[in-house]
């Protein structure tokens, strides 16, 4: 089965609202990053959050993790145009990254 | 940008066709990887080189043969390809495999489209 699904697998917002993407996994991991990706292009690391943290800012992303779900979330606030991208949560083991298949975020002016 | 280009960016090639990718990284980095990007699939890891050992190969055909020369440039050679092979080839590095605090810095991909 896949790990770090996220959910919604799309979601269309309005400049300045807020975005909330879920990620779900199904083993126990060291740490959780997320990833953004421009249409075709390659995957920019945004943040990383250890297994023994809960919640985790960086700028406008705020990433929480609640390991007794296996389950993470990313926050986007104030969101912006470009934004509009797709967002993947890969949990890591070792130097392994297992991927899930990302949620597309359309960002609308 | 990165500090990981891919070259070419973009690559139609036929099904006897042989082709090689590349992938170059300024970041001093020791670790290297490719992957798989497929429409409606998540991100399939292809292989591994740490230190310019390969340490994984997931079960990736013959079809795709790496090389790495030494720990800035990884190619990957194509040869006898299939059109479910088309997909963006992504390229990355990271300080070294195997630690899991670390990430992973991304090419921009070459997108491949078989024939």
């Known amino acids: 089965s896949q790990q770090g699904e996220e959910d919604p697998q799309a979601l269309s917002i309005q400049e300045g609202e807020n975005a909330t993407m879920n990620c779900s996994y199904k083993?126990?991991?060291?740490?959780l990053q997320w990833y953004r990706q421009n249409s075709g292009r390659g995957l920019v690391h945004l943040i990383l959050i250890r297994s023994n943290e809960r919640e985790k800012h960086s700028g406008r992303l705020r990433v929480t993790l609640d390991t007794s779900k296996k389950s993470s979330s990313l926050l986007i606030t104030a969101s912006r145009a470009a934004d509009t991208a797709s967002y993947f949560c890969?949990?890591?083991?070792?130097?392994?990254?297992?991927f899930g298949e990302g949620t597309q975020l359309t960002v609308n002016p | 940008e990165t500090g990981v280009t891919q070259t070419p960016r973009h690559l139609v090639m036929g099904m006897t066709n042989k082709k090689s990718l590349k992938c170059e990284q300024h970041l001093g980095h020791n670790a290297m990887y490719w992957y798989k990007q497929s429409a409606k699939k998540p991100l399939e890891l292809m292989f591994v080189y740490n230190f310019k050992e390969q340490t994984e190969n997931n079960s990736v055909p013959s079809r795709f043969s790496p090389e790495c020369p030494n720990s800035s440039h990884l190619f990957l050679h194509l040869h006898t390809l299939q059109p479910e092979d088309s997909a963006l080839y992504l390229c990355?590095?990271?300080?070294?495999?195997?630690?899991?605090?670390?990430?992973?810095?991304f090419g921009p991909g070459t997108r491949l489209l078989v024939l």
């Open positions: 083993t126990s991991i060291n740490n």
């Open positions: 890969a949990e890591t083991s070792g130097s392994r990254l297992t």
């Open positions: 990355a590095s990271s300080p070294r495999a195997y630690y899991d605090q670390e990430t992973q810095y």
